[in-house]
């Protein structure tokens, strides 16, 4: 009975054997060559996945592939800017005059880069100035932004077309700024169809001209180009609603010092001079100093909303403050350029610091080495920080998105394990959409992620 029990114990196991047997799983790599394969022919990429905790090498495709990586070039602009400053580093803004009997003569206003101060700073500073009992400016309010020089553009866009000027991704640079350098425009159509549209700027700006050629009617949409003396806004707008849109400005510095002079003036101190540029004289008095948030919370908040402006600003600023002044663009690029020797490999090219300009190339490779070297840096919590976060916090990543361009890099976190990667997309075929598609699908499967 024992050996028949024995022989049946065999014979059962066998003839179930007939069932399906589940087919063994795909590794990582043949599921990511999966992903990637049935569009290999009609783009470009470069991709490298790796462990951060022990170096091993999860995934890698073309990894040394130089492509056109769009906003990931700010990555390697803000491990420079926290590698080179600091993470509590502080743009000051200096204000310089004498207050006699409340009154102050000549108000001056020197500015160190600051790309982040804006509108509700602005109105603490005019607080300051109430709480400082001055009651009225007798002379001009004189500002200086030497500490820049005069190209207001980044290198590879100076140049660019009339309808790109006023986009706000293309805003100027100033060593005084406000807003990013940004107005919002409001165009509030008339009671009726045909009736007299408005137009009004937030914040309030008179320096320059703008011509409404908007109109009243059933359509909607509105924008603006550029003129000789200002703007011309255009389009249309539904009777009694608005239409809102927002554009770059020009001259910054004019544009800071016009609408502090607005403030000073809605807060009751008077202003009887003009805004005018001028440097500041060797004897003037500090009236008083703003400082700004801490650079590591700029350097996130770049990250975090893509901002340009901050970005190209703090290449001028690495110049202003490690060269000589007045800070340079391409002076600001050598700062990172040598930051990052030893880092990542020779080949690259930066040609901005915003990853505006399709003249920037990197590889995956690249990418990979300069975030495992921020990950052991002090800054590294504030860098991270920026970083879009998704999945739980499993996935921490900066986005960069041009046309014929889409590039994802950052960490991700499977099993306790973090992982330094890259994932580069060129190509002329495919819409940005599925290529996209495509990293998010290599980021899930990577990740253990089912839709």
């Keep these: ?86 993470s509590d580093y502080h743009f000051t803004t200096m204000f310089y005059g004498e207050i006699i009997d409340c009154v102050v003569k000549d108000l001056y206003v020197k500015g160190y880069g600051d790309p982040s101060l804006v509108t509700e700073e602005l109105e603490e500073i005019v607080d300051k100035f109430v709480e400082k009992g001055v009651k009225e400016i007798s002379g001009n309010i004189f500002f200086d932004d030497s500490y820049f020089d005069d190209d207001s553009r980044a290198p590879g866009y100076s140049e660019t077309e009339p309808e790109e000027e006023l986009k706000t991704y293309n805003a100027q640079l100033g060593a005084l700024s406000l807003n990013f350098n940004i107005v919002n425009v409001l165009v509030k159509g008339g009671k009726k169809k045909g009736y007299r549209t408005s137009v009004s700027t937030d914040p309030f700006v008179d320096y320059f001209k703008i011509e409404n050629k908007t109109k009243t009617s059933s359509k909607r949409g509105v924008w603006a180009n550029k003129t000789d003396d200002g703007v011309a806004v255009y389009g249309s707008v539904r009777p009694r609603q608005r239409e809102i849109f927002r554009m770059s400005i020009d001259e910054p510095g004019t544009y800071f010092s016009s609408t502090l002079k607005h403030h000073l003036e809605d807060s009751g101190i008077r202003v009887k001079g003009e805004v005018k540029e001028g440097e500041i004289p060797e004897d003037s008095k500090i009236l008083l100093i703003h400082i700004s948030k801490p650079l590591g919370d700029i350097v996130a908040d770049m990250n975090e909303f893509s901002n340009n402006l901050i970005a190209d600003q703090l290449v001028k600023v690495l110049d202003a403050e490690f060269n000589e002044r007045p800070g340079k663009y391409f002076g600001g690029l050598g700062i990172i350029t040598n930051y990052l020797e030893g880092v990542v490999g020779d080949g690259y090219v930066i040609a901005d610091g915003s990853g505006l300009s399709r003249n920037s190339l990197f590889t995956a490779d690249d990418f990979v080495g300069m975030l495992s070297y921020a990950y052991g840096q002090k800054f590294f919590d504030c860098f991270m920080e920026g970083l879009v976060k998704r999945y739980d916090n499993q996935l921490r990543m900066k986005t960069g998105t041009l046309d014929d361009v889409s590039a994802m890099s950052g960490y991700m976190l499977k099993d306790g394990d973090w992982m330094a990667f890259s994932i580069l997309i060129n190509s002329e075929k495919l819409k940005i959409s599925k290529m996209r598609e495509i990293q998010e699908n290599i980021i899930k499967e990577v990740l253990g992620i089912e839709d």
């Design 1 to 86: 009975m024992k050996l028949k029990k024995f022989f049946a114990a065999l014979v059962i196991p066998f003839f179930l054997g007939v069932m399906p047997v589940k087919a063994e799983e795909k590794s990582l790599v043949e599921s990511i060559d999966a992903i990637i394969e049935p569009y290999y022919e009609d783009m470009s990429v470069s991709i490298k996945i790796e462990s951060l905790t022990n170096g091993e090498l999860v995934y890698e495709r073309d990894s040394d592939n130089y492509l056109i990586p769009a906003s990931n070039v700010k990555l390697p602009t803000g491990i420079a800017a926290l590698g080179n400053l600091g």
